[in-house]
């Protein structure tokens, strides 16, 4: 795997945790902050690699692009490795965001299931950078989702996992269902999506996803003795 994105799904701070790991962490508790300058280097390195992909781009462009020294930008990120790594965490954190967003309006579980699902396809597809770098850099992007042992797949899984227990709490899935295995399901029919693009689904049809989610996806929810009646 490239380097660059190595840490992405390996252990990359102190108390063992992936980027993707404290991304999903920070979305839970908001504890992140930075300030105006690191800000603002963090914006011009999306753009940068957005613009000119990873590889091809070094510190001194993403310096130029927003208008500081070189010197500040290594002082606030001491290697590129290290401020790819908070680029793309920041991109990961935006996608629980926005997962956490879509669902807010919708009155049922199967209604969330259905727009979680599109609305994750459609997140990480149409982001600027991680989907432009799907399509431009493949072989960086893609083992870090399926080459990683599990480990990007389970720290989804647990977000997913999260939101269908607490579903369970409330009363609107049955307690015999193991939401553990049905996030995880879920995950990896979203991987494989997102991996190898559909012939037979218009990825872009939101129509088309959500009416897949509700054929396939909702009936997990319900326990295995009534999906068999």
């Known amino acids: ?7 992405l799904i390996t252990p990359g701070t102190d108390d063992g945790e992936s980027l993707l790991e404290r991304a999903f962490a920070e979305a839970i508790d908001r504890s992140e902050t930075t300030d105006e300058t690191t800000e603002r280097v963090l914006e011009a390195a999306h753009e940068q690699f957005r613009r000119i992909g990873i590889r ?3 510190m001194e462009d993403v310096a130029k692009r927003a ?4 010197i500040t930008v290594y002082r606030r990120f001491s290697t590129k490795d290290s401020l790819v790594q908070q680029v793309i965490r920041r991109e990961f954190r935006r996608y629980f965001d926005r997962f956490l967003l879509d669902i ?3 009155e049922t579980v199967a209604e969330r ?3 979680g699902f599109a609305g994750s396809l459609r997140a990480i597809r149409n982001n600027p950078l991680i989907g432009g770098l799907m399509d431009t850099e493949p072989e960086i992007v893609v083992p870090s989702m399926i080459s990683d042992g599990g480990r990007t797949m389970t720290t989804v899984s647990r977000f997913v996992a999260g939101r269908l227990g607490r579903e369970q709490r409330a009363g609107t899935i049955a307690v015999e269902v193991d939401v553990e295995v049905v996030a995880e399901m879920m995950v990896r029919i979203s991987t494989s999506f997102l991996v190898t693009p559909s012939s037979h689904i218009d990825l872009d049809d939101d129509l088309q996803v959500r009416a897949l989610a509700r ?3 909702v009936p997990m929810l319900e326990p295995a003795d009534h999906r068999s009646r």
């Open 215 to 217: 054929r396939f996806l």
């Open 67 to 70: 208008g500081v020294s070189r």
């Open 104 to 106: 807010r309006g919708a």
């Open 56 to 58: 091809r781009s070094t």
């Open 113 to 115: 299931v259905e727009i």
């Open 1 to 7: 795997m490239d380097p660059i994105l190595s840490s």
